[in-house]
Every structure is written in structure tokens, then in C-alpha cells.
């Protein structure tokens, strides 16, 4: 029997706790120890992570677009999301290029 994910609400969107972890670029283990030491859910997924030892990547907002992601890397993380449904993946697909062409 497997269990059911955890989800966490935030900006509008359920997601797990590994899914989110994956959108913010962290490992799930730091965002489940950030959200146990009761940082809010924005803190917790939008605070930079440090580098910690042999080959730790430090996330962080891009200089120039402010985004934790690239749009492809976006398109990629709504596709594989398995929370979504595929009408939500084409809506959250069709408002991110209604978004990039208001830009």
C-alpha cells in the first residue's frame, strides 16, 4: 500500500513536498527539515540553500531574470509533474507563454 504525498498550497498550486523540492532546485530533505523547524512555506522554498561540502549546488535567483528557473526548465517541471492533470499542464502551459509574450 502506498502512502499518499504529502501536499503544500502555495501561489495557487498544490504540489508535493518532493515536487516542490525539485521546482525550488533543493533536496527534499532540506525542505522538509526547513518546513519541521517551522519556516514558512515562501521562506522555506524561496531562501537560497548553501553550498555544504564536494559537488553541493547553491540555489540561487538568476542575475538576470529573477527566476529560479528557466522557462524550458518550467516547461519540463509542469510536464513531468504527476499532480497535474493534463488540462491543468496545458493552462499553466498556455499562461506561461501568455506571461513571456507580455515581456
Not at 47 to 74: F, I, Y
Not at 88 to 94: A, E, G, H, P, T
Amino acid at each position: 500500500m502506498s502512502r499518499k504525498a504529502k501536499m503544500i498550497e502555495h501561489n495557487g498550486m498544490s504540489l508535493s513536498v518532493r515536487e516542490w523540492a525539485k521546482w525550488a532546485g533543493m533536496p527534499v530533505s532540506t525542505l522538509t527539515s526547513r518546513i519541521s523547524a517551522g519556516w514558512s512555506i515562501e521562506d522555506a522554498l524561496e531562501k537560497p540553500t548553501l553550498p555544504r561540502g564536494n559537488g553541493a549546488k547553491k540555489v540561487v535567483s538568476s542575475e538576470d531574470s529573477g527566476a529560479l528557473m528557466s522557462g524550458q526548465d518550467v516547461v519540463k517541471f509542469i510536464l513531468a509533474c504527476d499532480s497535474f492533470t493534463a488540462d491543468k499542464k496545458v493552462s499553466l502551459l498556455r499562461q506561461l507563454l501568455d506571461d513571456d509574450g507580455q515581456r
